[in-house]
């Protein structure tokens, strides 16, 4: 069974930094990627990475970081600079194709999330 878990969301003060980790179990996967859902609001793209490289939503460039240890089959997020817009439950995404996707309906697998809350 696949299953992804995330772990490092909390509550920080604005320009703090927080670092999400996802742990994958079942498969190996060549695309995971980072999504975000504030209260009220669809599920957006924070960032991926496969096996040619790294894209980000505009918001978060020079901010946030993802990385992937293939040892591990672990996805993480490192997060700077943090702002009240970031708060949100990230997700992590998992998916076998070998293009960056940025879509939450082309993934096949989640995590159950995190949440991240940055406070003013």
């Known amino acids: 069974q696949v299953q992804l878990v995330e772990s490092g969301g909390g509550l920080v003060q604005a320009g703090g930094s927080l670092r999400l980790s996802c742990a994958a179990s079942?498969?190996?996967?060549?695309?995971m990627g980072w999504f975000r859902q504030a209260p009220g609001k669809e599920r957006e793209f924070v960032a991926v990475?496969?096996?040619?490289?790294?894209y980000y939503t505009d918001s978060v460039k020079g901010r946030f970081t993802i990385s992937r240890d293939n040892a591990r089959n672990t996805v993480n997020l490192q997060m700077t600079s943090l702002k009240p817009e970031d708060t949100g439950v990230y997700y992590c995404?998992?998916?076998?194709?070998?293009?960056?996707?940025?879509?939450?309906?082309?993934?096949?697998?989640w995590g159950q999330g995190t949440q991240v809350t940055v406070s003013s």
């Open positions: 079942g498969r190996t996967f060549s695309t």
């Open positions: 990475i496969g096996w040619s490289g790294t």
């Open positions: 995404a998992a998916d076998s194709g070998l293009i960056p996707k940025v879509t939450p309906k082309q993934y096949d697998y």
